[in-house]
């Protein structure tokens, strides 16, 4: 483990060979990535599979995503892989980049939600990687994992062992485990491209930046994980405002708390839930920010989203999907703060 958390409880901690040995016995474990932590189950072990849906509540609907080792396994899942998404595969796994890709006949179909496509990318963290060696060590074989958000569906992504345990640690079973590896570097999920033609098309933001290219014609949108229009919500209300001056003033018992850039006072009855300096460091500490509001019952969070930087758009999909509980603020955003 990889600056462990020694205040967890230790019926649910497993180290790299408890996780893998609850793996293959048919186990759910959370491990972390770079981005979010993951609910994991051996990608072809459907009644595994199965249970990650019960597990999170998760519609079967929602394709999951396959976490492989290396783009050496990628025949295994998705045996047309087009030139460009091999560039991408080249130059950015292991990493927080998923490429959407024609499946193979064998992938199974709870992991595509029925969908001709199959999800795929490479973490990049070191105690999962170690992970998925030590599993392709005992099995004779590389295995793969699928390893939505070790969370309950639509509620905020887990970025740090104590949010999974607190979250959804109380449904795991005695064949059950979490590795913690620490906080997750990124902190948001990863970027979701089609890359099925030559034309990349990215459906969902993140850390990495792929540059906008035309549709290919009479192409379907495959449904993606985190495309649903509410999601990471944390149980406060969430609006987002472009300055401080849009804040109201707290009334009677109120417990109101502010996400805002580092330049950006407090002010006075509000509970600071974050400081970041630029997008990177607001993208690593949204989801605690919305872990932490929970925690002190905050009922409502406001939040000034980075003006600027690479990251500035995967975060603002996640706040904007945040506040969709409150359907004015999240249209509202859409077209007072642009993309």
């Known amino acids: 483990m990889s600056d462990a958390d020694d205040s967890l409880p230790s019926h649910l901690l497993v180290d ?28 072809t072990d459907d009644d595994a599979v199965s249970r990650i849906f019960r597990l999170k509540e998760r519609p079967a609907t929602n394709p999951l995503i396959v976490h492989i080792e290396g783009p050496e396994q990628l025949p295994d899942w998705a045996p047309d892989v087009p030139a460009a998404a091999l560039d991408l595969a080249d130059r950015y796994w ?7 890709l024609n499946r193979a006949r064998t992938v199974s179909d709870l992991i595509t939600a029925g969908q001709d496509t199959v999800a795929v990318r490479v973490p990049d963290h070191p105690v999962t990687s170690a992970l998925l060696a030590e599993l ?7 295995v793969a994992l699928v390893a939505p958000s070790a969370n309950v569906s639509g509620t905020v992504s887990p970025t740090t062992a104590s949010h999974v345990i607190n979250g959804i640690g109380r449904y795991l079973g005695p064949g059950d485990g979490v590795l913690d ?9 990863s970027t979701i491209v089609d890359a099925r033609h030559s034309a990349l098309r990215v459906l ?7 540059a906008p290219t035309p549709v290919p014609p009479n192409t379907a949108t ?30 009677g018992r109120q417990q109101l708390g502010l996400l805002a850039p580092a330049e950006i006072d407090t002010p006075a009855g ?14 690593r ?8 509001a929970d925690d002190a019952r905050v009922t409502q969070i406001f939040v000034v989203p980075p003006a600027a930087g690479a990251l500035r758009p995967a975060v603002l999909d996640r706040l904007i999907r945040a506040a969709a509980a409150r359907p004015d603020q999240a249209e509202g955003t859409e077209s007072g703060l642009g993309s």
Do not use: M
């Open 285 to 292: 500490g949204l989801y605690a920010a919305l872990h932490a």
């Open 222 to 251: 495959p449904v993606v994980p985190g495309s649903q229009s509410s999601h990471y919500a944390p149980r406060a209300a969430v609006t987002l405002v472009t300055d401080s001056a849009e804040l109201p003033t707290p009334r």
């Open 16 to 43: 790299v060979q408890g996780a893998a040995t609850r793996l293959l016995a048919g186990g759910v474990v959370a491990i972390p990535t770079e981005t979010v932590y993951g609910l994991a189950a051996v990608a």
């Open 94 to 100: 292991p990493g927080p980049l998923t490429l959407v």
């Open 181 to 189: 590896g620490g906080e997750c570097r990124v902190g948001v999920e």
């Open 136 to 142: 392709r060590r005992r099995a004779g074989h590389p």
């Open 204 to 210: 969902r933001p993140g850390a990495v930046v792929i």
């Open 270 to 283: 509000y509970l600071r839930l974050g400081s970041p300096e630029d997008d990177t460091e607001f993208a």
